[in-house]
């Protein structure tokens, strides 16, 4: 199936059959787009090769994805989970960036060679 109007339709079908049992069950439709994609990808049951043209498109789809929780985020809504939004945020920052200077002091000579 290297077809790209047939891997479309696959696509396609499968979002719209997954935001329908996602409405039904009240979830948030974006979840059901995030689990068709990964359950039809090439690393569960390979119904979408993994092909430069399927890579293209799922760059349109995280775009779009990325456009949609834009969407649901308002700027009230956001204002009212500040302390939460930027604590967590904050807090995650510094733990990641904790663990990577972390990893890199720990790697030796490994990272002198990196900065070689």
Request: proline share 5%.
């Amino acid at each position: 199936m290297n077809d790209p109007l047939q891997t479309v339709l696959i696509l396609l079908a499968i979002a719209v059959l997954a935001v329908v049992i996602f409405r039904l069950l009240r979830l948030p439709p974006m979840l059901g787009y995030l689990l068709a994609g990964v359950i039809i990808g090439p690393h569960a049951l390979g119904w979408i090769p993994a092909t430069d043209e399927t890579h293209h498109l799922a760059g349109f789809g995280v775009v779009f994805l990325m456009f949609s929780i834009g969407l649901e985020f308002s700027l009230p809504k956001l204002i009212a989970m500040k302390h939460i939004v930027f604590g967590f945020g904050t807090s995650r920052v510094i733990w990641v960036s904790c663990l990577s200077s972390g990893n890199f002091l720990g790697a030796g000579d490994l990272g002198a060679g990196m900065l070689d």
